[in-house]
């Protein structure tokens, strides 16, 4: 069982739908993450929260909208997405953002743009 | 140009057989990072590596970071069923200012005959 919760597992969405997604974690880590992962490829980092400050955002377009409204939860604002942005998105989380901090990651919300 | 290269990119064994995962990159490798993926899962954190030179074990893998911090390897000793997934290795190539992305190769997929 991972300690990163993501909700929901499974999202299916319009193209002009607004939902979220969200990620919480009480290992009192100060670091969270949005990945973006496509089929049979690695997970693409989009954005970096540190100390609830948006600290990376990796030229991710503006229909993907984060929020960290406290230390443990980490959302993913959705808006007029499109076909290509079906993925799995994946939340983690680490104590702080230096090299010897390894990341811990959920179990992902599996999103179908249709 | 990928910073992290993996191989092999997949791999197929008898249930027993010992097998090697590499990670090899151009650049010195800061906080290499060792993950396990089953499919459409979360990744599991499995060995983190600083040092060069420095190897760490964990039941029957054992991960190792050559002396340059250029090249890490994967061991695995009396595969099971159990081990089987996707393997991917990940590093931090600008710890000096603590930013907490990690790049990953592109995963090595592991299958395990009974």
């Known amino acids: 069982d991972t300690e990163v919760t993501q909700t929901p597992k499974h999202l299916v969405m319009g193209m002009t739908n607004k939902k979220s997604l969200k990620c919480e974690q009480h290992?009192?880590?100060?670091?969270m993450y949005w990945y973006k992962q496509k089929a049979k490829k690695p997970p693409e980092l989009m954005f970096v929260?540190?100390?609830?400050?948006?600290?990376i955002n990796e030229s991710v377009p503006s229909r993907f909208s984060p929020e960290c409204p406290n230390s443990s939860l980490l959302n993913l604002h959705l808006h007029a997405l499109q076909p290509e942005d079906s993925a799995l998105y994946l939340c983690?989380?680490?104590?702080?953002?230096?090299?010897?901090?390894?990341?811990?990651f959920g179990d992902g919300t599996r999103l179908s743009i249709l | 140009s990928q910073e992290l290269e993996q191989s092999p990119q997949s791999l197929i064994v008898q249930e027993g057989k010992n097998l090697t995962i590499n990670c090899t990159s151009s650049?010195?490798?800061?906080?290499l990072y060792w993950y396990k993926q089953k499919y459409g899962e979360g990744l599991i954190f499995l060995m983190m590596?600083?040092?060069?030179?420095e190897e760490k074990s964990h039941e029957k893998i054992t991960a190792k970071l050559d002396e340059k911090k250029q090249q890490s390897s994967l061991h695995i000793t009396a595969s099971q069923p159990s081990h089987a997934g996707i393997y991917l290795c990940?590093?931090?190539?600008?710890?000096?200012?603590?930013?907490?992305?990690?790049?990953f190769g592109q995963g090595t997929t592991l299958q395990v005959k009974p």
């Open positions: 983690a989380s680490s104590m702080g953002t230096d090299s010897n901090q390894p990341q811990h």
């Open positions: 990940g590093a931090d190539f600008a710890p000096r200012i603590n930013t907490g992305k990690l790049i």
């Open positions: 290992m009192g880590h100060r670091a």
């Open positions: 590596l600083q040092k060069g030179g």
């Open positions: 650049k010195t490798l800061y906080g």
């Open positions: 929260y540190s100390y609830e400050k948006l600290s």
